[in-house]
């Protein structure tokens, strides 16, 4: 389950490209900046992805598992991908290239859609408590919030926007908290 904590929180482009970008801005602007730090943003992001494939295909298989791990590869392989094409000098047409994108945010949608369900069939299963109800409601505002703030603009968006982020922290930190206990806890080995 620590993979999938771990994926997750390398699947999160803002924060992967916050980090690189401060780490790494001398070497960036060293190697010519641009298109090196989309390929590292989208090399850790594929990495992120193919933890949480490996991290759901460790647990006790659920639909829900089963169906992040799925979608986890298929997004990591996308992001490979995209992350090579986005150095080359090629360019998709603008509508495939939004279609391509929405696409892949819904894919990142119900891959963490099936991780919260599986953490809730986990603590089900085991009849011990992960925190899932919490990482539920974290879910819920997570998605309530980006939904207004696509609707909504201006300061409003802008706030929402903000509680999105927040929401997205919250389920990072309730995704830790259930992977450290259920790998600690040795009533849930199987």
């Known amino acids: 389950m620590k993979k999938v904590f771990w994926g997750m929180l390398l699947t999160s482009t803002a ?6 970008g401060v780490w790494g801005g001398l070497l960036l602007a060293g190697l010519g900046g641009g298109g090196f730090l989309y ?12 933890l949480v494939w490996q991290g759901a295909a460790s647990l006790p298989q659920s639909q829900s598992w089963e169906w992040a ?16 094409l986005g150095v080359l000098p090629l360019q998709l047409p603008s509508a495939m290239t939004l279609i391509l994108n929405y696409v892949s945010s819904l894919g990142s949608f119900f891959a963490l859609y099936m991780i919260v369900l599986g953490v809730r069939e986990l603590q089900f299963s085991a009849r011990a408590d992960l925190g899932a109800e919490k ?11 980006g939904l207004l703030t696509n609707l909504l603009g201006g300061v409003l968006g802008f706030a929402l926007s903000i509680v999105e982020l927040v929401a997205y ?3 990072l930190v309730l995704l830790a908290k259930a992977a450290r206990k ?9």
């Open 169 to 171: 922290i919250a389920i």
């Open 15 to 20: 924060l992967v490209t916050i980090v690189i």
């Open 135 to 145: 990482l539920w409601k974290a879910f819920v505002a997570y998605v309530v919030a």
């Open 39 to 50: 390929l590292l943003v989208g090399l850790v992001t594929a990495l992120g992805y193919y």
């Open 69 to 84: 791990g799925k979608i986890a590869k298929v997004l990591c392989a996308y992001t490979i991908a995209t992350a090579l």
């Open 182 to 190: 259920y790998e600690n806890d040795e009533g849930f080995r199987y």
